[in-house]
T-cell receptor, first 113, second 113 residues
Framework: QKEVEQNSGPLSVPEGAIASLNCTYS??????FFWYRQYSGKSPELIMS??SNGDKEDGRFTAQLNKASQYVSLLIRDSQPSDSATYLC?????????????WGAGTKLIIKP | DTEVTQTPKHLVMGMTNKKSLKCEQH?????MYWYKQKAKKPPELMFV???????INESVPSRFSPECPNSSLLNLHLHALQPEDSALYLC????????????FGDGTRLSIL
């Protein structure tokens, strides 16, 4: 069974520090990787997508993908209290699954002032 | 503000009622999705429409009936729901089915009495 795993947390990080969120996936042929942020009671918001090995930076966010090790991570620099949320990792499956997203359970991040 | 609009934001209904959830997007996306999300869980895929045709039905009970009147609109008709159907119902869209990121609406919070 294809799986995406995340540490449920909570992960507590002091304000201004780097928050590091990790995700591993089981399907070696996965092609697309996404990080969503979800505030309590709200809908998921896409914050990063990554498709090839290496780093992708967008403002304070950096996504890192290592297909050989089957993990994807999200770094948040200069963490702010407003970054406190649940971060969901989603991985697009292979063609035989119509590329549907497989979701991790989410990591709850708490930024302490 | 999201570019996927869902109405209503909140819905309370009895088990014998019939109601509909609505979703609209004007991004020219050709794939639209319905998800169900329970508290502290990731989104759970219900239906996928691709080019206005139902492409995936994840074994959803028949008391949920999707409809895609055109490329911008997606409805979810509800009838004879059970208390366990209370959840956040999310609509999402993407440029096409497959590897591309999905963008979510704000969701409809559904409570079944």
């Amino acid at each position: 069974q294809k799986e995406v795993e995340q540490n449920s947390g909570p992960l507590s990080v002091p304000e201004g520090a780097i928050a590091s969120l990790n995700c591993t996936y089981s399907d070696r042929v996965s092609q697309s990787f996404f990080w969503y942020r979800q505030y309590s009671g709200k809908s998921p918001e896409l914050i990063m997508s990554i498709y090839s090995n290496g780093d992708k930076e967008d403002g304070r966010f950096t996504a890192q993908l290592n297909k050989a090790s089957q993990y994807v991570s999200l770094l948040i620099r200069d963490s702010q209290p407003s970054d406190s949320a649940t971060y969901l990792c989603a991985v697009s499956g292979a063609m035989d699954s119509n590329y549907q997203l497989i979701w991790g359970a989410g990591t709850k991040l708490i930024i302490k002032p | 503000d999201t570019e996927v609009t869902q109405t209503p934001k909140h819905l309370v209904m009895g088990m014998t009622n019939k109601k509909s959830l609505k979703c609209e997007q004007h991004m020219g996306h050709r794939a639209m999705y319905w998800y169900k999300q329970k508290a502290k869980k990731p989104p759970e895929l219900m239906f996928v429409y691709s080019y206005e045709k139902l492409s995936i039905n994840e074994s959803v009970p028949s008391r949920f009936s999707p409809e895609c009147p055109n490329s911008s609109l997606l409805n979810l008709h509800l009838h004879a729901l059970q208390p366990e159907d209370s959840a956040l119902y999310l609509c999402a869209s993407s440029q096409g089915e497959g590897r591309l990121p999905q963008h979510f609406g704000d969701g409809t919070r559904l409570s079944i009495l």
